[in-house]
């Protein structure tokens, strides 16, 4: 069974920085696209961060320059940088895991940015 736990979250003030962590179980980590989600109250999941099997890197225009996601294959991990945060960042941030019609979520950490 695929699993996807998050980590990382928590309260930070404006301007301030958080790291956030997925941890992937299973052998199959390096075949599927990895991104991260998140979801505010009273609005819809959006994307946050993507990055493909070889690397490649896309980013919501609301983060663009501000986060940053990576990958360790050899570790089955995926971060997401959070640097610069406002209070617009707050909400669940879950990680994902995407191949085909295959696809997969983890239960979401909370990040909440305020003074």
């Known amino acids: 069974q695929v699993q996807l736990v998050e980590s990382g979250g928590g309260l930070v003030q404006p301007g301030g920085s958080l790291r956030l962590s997925c941890a992937a179980s299973?052998?199959?980590?390096?075949?599927?696209?990895m991104a991260w989600y998140r979801q505010a109250p009273g609005k819809q999941r959006e994307l946050v961060a993507v990055?493909?099997?070889?690397?490649?890197?896309d980013y919501a225009v609301t983060v663009k320059d501000r986060f940053s996601i990576s990958r360790d294959n050899f570790k089955n991990m995926v971060y997401l940088q959070m640097n610069s945060l406002k209070p617009e960042d707050t909400a669940v941030y879950h990680c994902?895991?995407?191949?085909?019609?295959?696809?997969?979520w983890g239960q979401g950490t909370q990040v909440t940015v305020s003074s």
């Open positions: 990055i493909t099997t070889g690397g490649s890197t």
């Open positions: 994902h895991a995407h191949r085909g019609s295959l696809e997969y």
């Open positions: 299973g052998s199959w980590f390096s075949l599927y696209a």
